[in-house]
């Protein structure tokens, strides 16, 4: 059973940075495509950053050029770096093992508790 196990989130200002990690239990973590997703208050889940097994990295618009997504399969883990922070993340940051069906990426497994950020003065 795969379990996901995220922390790092807290209460930062705006332009500050945090780093998020995810730890990854019960799969052949290094051949996983990884994601980082967050939900804001009443919106939808969204897909920020993407980690592939070969190391390739995507990033939506909204965090591109500040957050960095890495991962470190000696430790089953992979990170999320944020920098230049604004009110705008602020959100629930989850992580997931993905899977990808006509180039459309989708979480391939239950989500774990999640990590809140807040990013506020």
């Known amino acids: 059973q795969v379990q996901l196990v995220e922390s790092g989130g807290g209460l930062v200002q705006p332009g500050g940075s945090l780093t998020l990690s995810c730890v990854v239990s019960?799969?052949?973590?290094?051949?996983?495509?990884m994601g980082w997703y967050r939900q804001a208050p009443a919106k939808e889940r969204e897909l920020v950053a993407r980690i592939l097994s070969s190391g390739k990295v995507v990033y939506s618009d909204s965090v591109k050029g500040r957050f960095t997504i890495s991962r470190d399969n000696a430790k089953n883990t992979v990170y999320l770096q944020m920098n230049s922070l604004k009110p705008d993340d602020t959100a629930v940051y989850y992580c997931?093992?993905?899977?990808?069906?006509?180039?459309?990426?989708?979480?391939?497994?239950?989500w774990g508790k999640g990590t809140l950020v807040t990013v506020s003065s």
């Open positions: 997931n093992r993905l899977g990808v069906v006509a180039g459309y990426y989708y979480n391939m497994n239950s």
């Open positions: 019960g799969s052949a973590f290094s051949r996983d495509d």
